[in-house]
């Protein structure tokens, strides 16, 4: 079955520091890889995402994300936080199945940023 | 335009009454999607409609629960007899089209409490 593992379950930073968040996960073909953010109180919100092609995708608000299909990780990668960036992050397989998308979510990453 | 909008945002009940859940997706958004956001359980599929069918409604916990879309856009997720252990916020999504590279936008999210 397909799963995803988000390894971090907080994290904190200091503005202006780097950010990695972890993403591994497990499906048969090549997947369909997000990463969302969740606000305080808001939907989720899409960064990035992944299918095909260049295994470094740029996303919103300055996130990137690589692919390694060697290491069946897909880890977030922001060069410097900001103090808006304090939320939830998802990381998410699309799991094929009848020609629709149903998203499988890991547990998510809370990130904390000090000033 | 207008987002994925979800009604209402809180509703407390008490345990035993029955609830109605709305979403109302993008316009002309043919795949709509329903997720619930739990503690224990972390982000969870539920149902996926595309038009008015509902091709997959694997990810409902229990009888209790059901799902009708009309005319291709709103959507109602009801909860018959709630328990304590429904308790989560319900997200809907909705993508234009139902295929794996197609992003979900979801809505704000109802938050229900079951007393």
């Known amino acids: 079955a397909q799963s995803v593992t988000q390894p971090d379950i907080h994290i904190t930073v200091s503005e202006g520091a780097s950010l990695e968040l972890r993403c591994n996960y497990s499906?048969?073909?090549?997947?369909?890889l997000f990463w969302y953010v969740q606000s305080p109180g808001q939907g989720l919100q899409l960064l990035l995402k992944y299918f095909s092609g260049d295994t470094l995708v740029q996303g919103i608000k300055g996130f990137e994300a690589e692919f390694k299909r060697s290491q069946s990780s897909f880890n977030l990668r922001k060069p410097s936080v900001h103090w808006s960036d304090a939320a939830e992050y998802f990381c998410?397989?699309?799991?094929?199945?009848?020609?629709?998308?149903?998203?499988?979510f890991g547990a998510g990453t809370r990130l904390a940023v000090h000033p | 335009g207008a987002g994925v909008s979800q009604s209402p945002s809180n509703k407390v009940t008490e345990k035993g009454k029955d609830v109605e859940l709305r979403c109302d997706p993008i316009?002309?958004?043919?795949?709509l999607y329903w997720y619930r956001q739990s503690l224990g359980q972390g982000l969870e599929f539920l149902i996926y409609?595309?038009?008015?069918?509902?091709?997959?409604k694997s990810g409902l916990p229990s009888d209790r629960f059901s799902a009708e879309r009309t005319g291709g856009s709103v959507s109602t997720l009801t909860i018959q007899r709630t328990q304590q252990e429904d308790s989560a916020v319900y997200l809907c999504?909705?993508?234009?089209?139902?295929?794996?590279?197609?992003?979900?936008?979801f809505g704000p999210g109802t938050r229900l409490t079951v007393l």
């Open positions: 409609f595309q038009g008015n069918s509902a091709p997959d």
């Open positions: 316009s002309g958004h043919t795949a």
């Open positions: 499906y048969g073909a090549t997947p369909y």
């Open positions: 998410a397989v699309g799991s094929l199945s009848g020609g629709y998308n149903k998203l499988i």
């Open positions: 999504a909705s993508s234009p089209q139902a295929g794996g590279y197609n992003e979900q936008f």
